[in-house]
């Protein structure tokens, strides 16, 4: 624990009181203000709110508390910190209400609570945001950073990039002091390791190589807590597997149970649900959007509006539309546009099976304008409405790709593909030469940790992604 981050939750928690306080206090005149509309109940002073306010606000605080605000880590994103302001209110809200219905004289009004609750997450919000803005630029000028070691193995590239995404992006709270490489004798490693604690200090150890023996990491992970040191360690994919456990007894025998995903009984019923209300909704709205551009397409262009391909969805597959944003001459289906990938195919810009072609020829004027806008992706809430995609899951790809790997990767298809997800998100804000292993362990991710609010997180991040941010490569 860095003496800056205990400083900054110290001071958030005085911050998040004091906007609490201002909040109430602006709701107070507010209601006033709005008297004329509807009649004040009971008379209370100024003074003696300000006291009930006080008496309220730690339920708040601890709400706060509870939610993981104050845990000390330095490096939390902003849009997470939000997520939870909101929960952590709107649970003290209740908390409220439930007091107020004992004793309705505690507050003289109810649109009172309900002002101090939405000024409570604006403020905090905004007060959050300061907090994370000044941190980052003293994490900028090497303020509060943690002293890190990688350890790697000599034949494992993992590394190398972990390290140059650390070395660029301070705002992740790190430095890297060194990177060790493991050479087949772990006390060497160890002494290694000793060395540089003493030179330097070492506050956090992260073992980049998921397949290091386990008798080194032990050894590793033994040599951290003698010392006190945070020890981290990028997990293989069967590990990332191994989240979802549970306890049960059959004749009174602990068995362990490996469940899958969340994503069973009630969690897919209510994605279904949220599927099907937001799909209806947004084709709807977006109804004059999908006929504008269905019209520029058949007018600019010759060929069909729609280019549909088989796609992998579960154990199967469907067959996928999309707007046209290639000539349609050298569209996949027609013989010069199927020659045309198959060149193409060779200028792979990633690893693995999945291909992608940077600058693509094939792709008009107008189509590259679709892309980047993500507009010719909106025939698929047709498909989500239909339920052969979700709104959100792993990204769908093409048949022949997933024949690659169906076999050995077969839990990837337990759920449906998604519009969006954490792999679209990262490739278009953060990462866009994402590698094939690196999508498989967010897909992992996604299937093993999934819950409503991580769906709506990623919903949310994508409507701001495509509101502005743009993605970074040209695909």
């Not at 269905?294 to 539309?321: D, M, N, W």
Request: aromatic residues 10%.
């Amino acid at each position: 624990m860095k003496k800056t981050e205990l400083t900054f939750n110290l001071v958030s928690i005085l911050v998040d009181l004091l906007m609490v306080i201002v909040a109430g206090i602006a709701a107070f005149y507010l209601r006033f203000q709005l008297a004329d509309v509807r009649p004040i109940l009971f008379e209370l002073s100024l003074s003696d709110y300000v006291t009930n306010l006080f008496l309220v606000s730690p339920i708040i605080i601890a709400l706060l508390a509870l939610a993981g605000l104050y845990n000390l880590k330095g490096t939390r994103r902003i849009s997470s910190e939000l997520m939870k302001i909101v929960l952590a209110t709107s649970s003290g809200l209740l908390a409220v209400v439930i007091l107020f219905f004992f004793n309705q004289t505690l507050f003289p009004s109810r649109i009172i609570i309900l002002l101090t609750w939405l000024l409570a997450i604006v403020l905090i919000g905004l007060g959050r945001i300061v907090l994370r803005t000044l941190q980052v630029r003293m994490l900028m000028n090497g303020v509060g950073l943690h002293r890190l070691v990688v350890v790697d193995t000599v034949d494992n590239q993992n590394a190398k990039g972990l390290v140059n995404e650390i070395t660029v992006r301070p705002e992740l709270g790190y430095k890297v002091i060194e990177t060790m490489l493991y050479r087949g004798d772990a006390e060497a490693l160890v002494s290694e390791l000793e060395r540089t604690r003493q030179r330097e200090g070492i506050d956090e150890i992260l073992q980049a190589n998921p397949y290091l023996p386990a008798e080194v990491n032990a050894r590793i992970l033994r040599f951290a807590r003698d010392y006190g040191i945070l020890y981290n360690f990028v997990p293989d994919v069967f590990q990332t597997s191994r989240t979802n456990l549970a306890v049960e007894t059959i004749s009174g025998i602990p068995v362990i149970i490996h469940k899958g995903t969340p994503l069973g009984g009630w969690g897919r019923i209510i994605k279904r649900i949220m599927d099907v209300v937001i799909s209806i909704f947004a084709l709807v709205v977006l109804s004059p959007i999908l006929l504008v551009t269905s019209l520029i397409l058949k007018l600019t262009s010759r060929g069909p509006v729609f280019f549909h391909q088989p796609r992998a969805a579960g154990l199967g597959q469907f067959e996928c539309y999309k707007f046209r944003s290639m000539f349609y001459d050298m569209s996949e289906g027609t013989a010069g546009g199927d020659k045309l990938r198959a060149e193409l195919e060779k200028q792979n810009s990633r690893q693995g099976p999945y291909v992608k072609i940077k600058n693509d020829p094939r792709v008009m004027p107008f189509g590259r304008f679709i892309r980047k806008t993500k507009i010719d992706e909106l025939p698929q809430l047709w498909h989500i409405l239909r339920g052969q995609m979700s709104l959100v899951g792993p990204r769908v790809h093409m048949v022949t790709e997933v024949d690659h790997f169906r076999s050995d990767y077969k839990w990837l298809f337990t759920i449906k593909p998604g519009a969006t997800g954490l792999t679209q998100i990262m490739q278009a804000t953060e990462k866009p030469e994402i590698s094939w292993e690196e999508e498989i362990k967010m897909d992992a991710f996604y299937i093993e940790n999934w819950s409503i609010w991580l769906d709506l997180k990623v919903i949310f991040k994508t409507v701001l992604i495509l509101l502005g941010r743009k993605p970074k490569a040209d695909y």
